[in-house]
């Protein structure tokens, strides 16, 4: 994925990635960790307190399965808006890309 920018959430469990397309347009993919309480809640074991933030992560492998969220923009600009704009984004701040 040509990754061009990527945004977290304030509170480190959301991320959305702002990803160039073969044809030159843009998308936006989301992607969620869990919090401990809803771990818990869940029954998942072993409850692990994870934030995109703080770890390192496998870029190519969150995407296996991923689509990307509706909607084709035509500028990096455009696409941040629109991240933005979504729940839990509006205070989001960006990851540096290596």
């Known amino acids: 994925m040509d990754e061009q920018k990527v945004l977290i959430s304030p509170d480190g469990f959301a991320r959305i990635a702002i990803v160039r397309r073969a044809d ?11 919090p401990a309480g809803t771990q818990k809640a869940m029954n998942v074991e072993p409850v692990v307190e994870r934030r995109w ?38 205070y989001a701040f960006l990851e540096s890309i290596s």
């Open 53 to 90: 933030d703080d770890r390192d992560y496998d870029r190519i492998a969150i995407y296996q399965d991923a689509k990307p969220l509706p909607g084709i923009f035509e500028t990096v600009e455009e696409a941040e808006r629109e991240a933005l704009a979504r729940d839990g984004f509006e």
């Open 24 to 34: 030159g347009r843009f998308c936006l993919y989301e992607h969620w960790l869990w």
